[in-house]
């Protein structure tokens, strides 16, 4: 496709379910990455991926959060035992991978657990 | 603890004057700043950057500014446009970190008719 695009745009959950967050990157990106942002605050990185690795995950916040991207294209975001804390939208964004290269967004999850 | 600072929550600017949107940073490390804008429901999109070795870049109504000295930079838009009605998000890169963005909170820029 054109640009990163991410399903569901919504999700609604029940605390302490388990939920999956999808991104599809542009074709041909080699990094990707998941941010988190929060009511009044800018995206909190969460995690990056260069191919199939996760190059750098010190952003997600504890271990009932964990991402994959098996194949170094889809991504997929997991979180396990949700709580009323992770409600926030989630974005994803992907780049050609060099050092100063633009990361190009998604139009984000909006994960809401009730 | 805000790494990158973006003071003025909102700011409001007639059409066709110069909107000035201010970001502060505390990290030393950081070699490259980025602007984002933000309109509701979709996802950031790039809008200019620059590298610690320069003190200005210049791209058609937008110009950044880089003070290293102070931990400053600024994004100008000339003339304003009430499409530039959006959320501008402030964002920094470390030279030892090639992955991850570090952003502030944003500045929501109301162009006024």
């Known amino acids: 496709g054109a640009g990163v695009s991410q399903t569901p745009s919504n999700k609604v959950t029940e605390k302490g379910k388990y939920v999956e967050l999808r991104c599809d990157p542009i074709?041909?990106?080699?990094?990707l990455y998941w941010y988190r942002q929060s009511l009044g605050q800018g995206p909190e990185f969460l995690i990056y991926f260069q191919g199939t690795g996760a190059a750098d995950d010190s952003g997600l916040p504890n271990d009932r959060f964990f991402a994959v991207r098996p194949e170094g294209s889809v991504s997929t975001l997991k979180i396990q035992r949700t709580e009323r804390g992770d409600s926030a939208v989630y974005l994803c964004a992907s780049s050609s991978g060099t050092r100063v290269d633009t990361q190009y967004f998604g139009p984000g999850t909006r994960l809401t657990v009730l | 603890d805000q790494q990158v600072k973006q003071n003025s929550p909102s700011l409001s600017v007639q059409e066709g004057r110069i909107s000035i949107l201010n970001c502060d940073y505390t990290n030393s490390m950081f070699d490259y700043f980025l602007w984002y804008k933000k309109y509701p429901a979709e996802g950031p999109t790039f809008l200019i950057s620059i590298s610690s070795i320069k003190d200005k870049n210049e791209d058609g109504r937008f110009t950044v500014f880089l003070n290293k000295s102070a931990k400053h930079l600024s994004l100008h838009i000339v003339p304003s446009q009430p499409g530039d009605s959006a959320v501008y998000f402030c964002a920094a890169k470390a030279i030892n970190r090639d992955d991850k963005i570090i952003f502030g909170k944003g500045t929501r820029l109301h162009i006024l008719p």
């Open positions: 074709s041909g990106h080699t990094a």
